[in-house]
């Protein structure tokens, strides 16, 4: 199912109000010396059910993604099902393969994230990540989920421009 809208589509002042957030928790990341990733899940009533940054440089768990976190603070304590259909996890950029079966296996029901792929690597060529994008893993999955990016470009740009600490070994 490819539901994505055009880019530069706008979104609504709450998709923006919450996009914005994961801004912030990707600055938070990177104010700790982790990669600049954040990441926000919110409620159909608005209420916030987890909110999460990277800390794979901290932590040393390269499964610390902001997006994992965030899933992981779902089952402590466990978030009902159908709560999680209804919510919307907004990410400072597009989900990694990982991160979006992760997406998947919860039962979350949207996403909107800022940066996508593309201009993430253009800004960080070193990144080579796997060919399978969130898109298609959202495709495959065993429920519509709804997926809404990249938005809020420029702002999204801010977050990771010069914002990066040179390469792993």
């Known amino acids: 199912m490819d539901d994505r809208p055009p880019e530069g589509q706008p979104l609504s002042a709450t998709d923006a109000k919450y996009l914005r957030q994961a801004f912030v928790w990707a600055n938070a ?18 209420r916030i059910l987890a909110e999460a940054f990277s800390n794979t440089r901290e932590t040393g768990d390269c499964t610390g993604h902001a997006e994992m976190n965030a899933v992981r603070q779902l089952g402590n304590p466990r978030v009902a099902p159908e709560l999680l259909a209804g919510a919307t996890l907004y ?9 979006a079966g992760a997406i998947c296996n919860a039962g979350i029901g949207r996403v909107v994230f800022g940066l996508d792929d593309t201009r993430l690597l253009q800004i960080r060529p070193d990144l080579r990540g796997s060919t399978l994008d969130c898109h298609t893993v959202f495709d495959n999955a065993t429920y519509a989920i709804t997926c809404i990016g990249p938005a809020l470009v420029n702002e999204a740009l801010a977050v990771y421009e010069d914002s990066w600490f040179p390469p792993s070994s």
Request: hydrophobic letters at 45%; charged letters at 15%.
């Open 29 to 46: 990341a990177r104010t700790r010396g982790n990669r600049p990733f954040g990441a926000v899940v919110v409620a159909a009533d608005g």
């Open 91 to 99: 990410a400072s950029a597009q989900p990694c393969a990982m991160c």
